[in-house]
């Protein structure tokens, strides 16, 4: 067993492990990730990858990708092939060809059909809201429809003609025939088959019937020889189902369902339903928006597979619910880049510094590492000019106790260069500040000054050798620990309104011309960001997108 896995170590695996050691289990360990195809994958689903693809790795397995596609009227091909995009991206590789449910309908129409010969389902006739009414509640049992004990032959003709398009969507279902009075209500006569008069993205119309999900997901299951069927706390109560089908039919194996906590993370929705609401009500810019807890907008944010996979490392497998600080998945990303995240120059909103003393048509190159701590990544060459850009919130006319940056009359150090003071301030007519004449000393390259202290080191770049960016400042998408969880409000109450700011007409230096497409920068004291390649080719000039902040600025003290 790998050193990977033994950190990785988890109750499934233990469970898996005991049934190798007793005899129970013999033979390969086959899992699925089987996510429907109705949105994109969000963190949550990132989970549910590395538990699965992971306990197959473990043992040498399969773990095979399929899609629960029982409802063609919420799925399409985009989704099938983001979810495929995201499962690579991930590292990971499913077993032989792509699978779906809906390569089993013949099959799982032939287990119906033996369901009824045996007298353990039957087609109903009650509307929706009568079905709703005879189920009962958590307190009282339900009541046996009336066409519970339709003739077997009498509900065979009639599903059959459910498939062959005689009825409309609504006027017969195909339920169970199970116990109307269990406490479990999943197990009191669900629906295994509904009509639904929809083109289906892999069948066509070929079917006007479609299999319910409960029905689908164990012979599914049992047809691909699945050992190990995962699935989160909510399936648990779904279990009796699950066994209780595999039971009733004659199917080629038994896989063992496992029920585990799913993630839920604070400040953050992960509900497909309430996240395509997000993007059909255009508060976000598709599923890909980086403030999306998708994986697809953390990749295009900079998130890195490695930062994801480490992330549901740390949070581990259990059987407990709760809900997880978004730090922590913040935490990985940083851990993750500082140690190879190439380090650069940005200067976000720019104010113009003219170095008095030195000469205007005279420019030299300064060299700075790549990465500080990593001598192999190289350097990078930063060209030295009379005019400069640092930020505006590096400089302040009458600067607070401690004040670390520049200030008339104090000193500072530009990162990787010299140390200047500020001798003059220029204002427009309004006011505002405009520029900065400073005075550079010339004998402070690599080595303190004599006779005075500078007052902190700032990032900087040259007026004549820098590049125009746009930088996309993200932040969490809500500011609210729950937003989903207020009663009497909507999630759309607690919008972070900060969560994007654009700032236009930022300088980088001049190694960012061509930056790399495949890895986040670090921006010397501001965070992480990562080009935008599709914006960046749309606006004619580099885009930015920010991973995250070099620091937590929502823990205690911050937002």
Known sequence: MSAESKKAHNFIQSLIEDA????????????????????????????????????????????NLRFDDTNPEKENQEYIDAIKQDVEWLGYEW???VLYA????DALYEF?????????????????????????SLKEPGRNSPYRDRPVEESLQLFRDMRDGKYQNGELVLRAKIDMSSPNINMRDPILYRIRYAEHHQTGNKWCIYPMYDFTHPISDALEGIT????????????????????????????????????????????????KRLVDENVVDGWNDPRMPTIS????????????????????????????????????????????????????????????????????????????????????????????????????????????????DQAVRLRGGYVMTCREVIRDD??????????????????????YKPNGVIH?????????????????????????????????????????????????????????????YQFEREGYFFCDQAHTEAAGRPVFNRTVTLRDSWGKGGK
């Open 430 to 451: 309004s006011g505002q500040i405009v520029e900065l004449k400073c005075e550079y000393d010339p004998n402070t390259l690599g080595v303190n000054p004599e006779g």
């Open 102 to 105: 809906s390569d089993y309908f």
């Open 95 to 97: 077993a032989g060809d």
């Open 112 to 136: 119906a059909e033996e369901l009824i010969t045996r007298d353990k389902a039957y087609v109903c006739a009650l509307t929706a809201d009568e079905m709703a009414e005879y189920r009962g």
């Open 228 to 275: 190990h069927s995962l699935c989160t706390l909510e399936f648990e109560d779904h279990r009796p189902l699950y066994d209780w089908v595999l039971d009733n039919i004659s199917g080629p194996c038994h896989p063992r369902q496992i029920e585990f906590a799913r993630l839920n993370l604070n400040y953050t929705i992960t509900s497909k339903r309430k996240l």
């Open 460 to 520: 900087w770049v040259s007026a004549s050798d820098s590049v125009e960016a746009d930088i996309n400042l993200y932040d969490r998408l809500f500011n609210h620990e729950s937003p989903d969880s207020d009663k009497e409000g909507d999630l759309m109450d607690h919008l972070n309104p900060e969560s994007l700011v654009v700032l236009k007409g930022a300088r980088v230096e001049k190694s960012l011309v061509a930056p790399r497409m495949d890895l986040p």
């Open 297 to 408: 907008g953390m990749r295009r944010r900079g998130y890195t597979p490695e930062s994801i996979r480490t992330f549901c490392d740390m949070i581990g497998v259990n059987k407990a619910g709760g809900t997880v600080d978004v730090g922590m998945l913040e935490h990985a990303i940083r851990e993750d880049l500082n140690t190879r995240a190439p380090r650069a120059m940005c200067v976000m909103r720019p104010l113009k510094v003219t170095l008095t003393n030195y000469p205007a048509d005279q420019s030299e190159t300064l060299t700075l590492p790549v990465h500080p701590q990593n001598p192999d990544m190289g350097e990078r060459e930063v060209p030295w000019t009379q005019t400069l850009y640092i930020d505006r919130e590096d400089f302040e006319m009458e600067p607070p106790r401690k004040w670390k940056r520049l200030a008339p």
């Open 20 to 63: 190798i050691a007793s005899g129970e289990h013999t033979g390969k360990v086959v899992t699925r990730f089987p996510p429907e195809p109705n949105g994109y994958l969000h963190i949550g689903h990132a989970k549910s990858i590395c538990l699965n693809f992971g306990i197959a790795e473990t043992f040498s397995g399969d773990c």
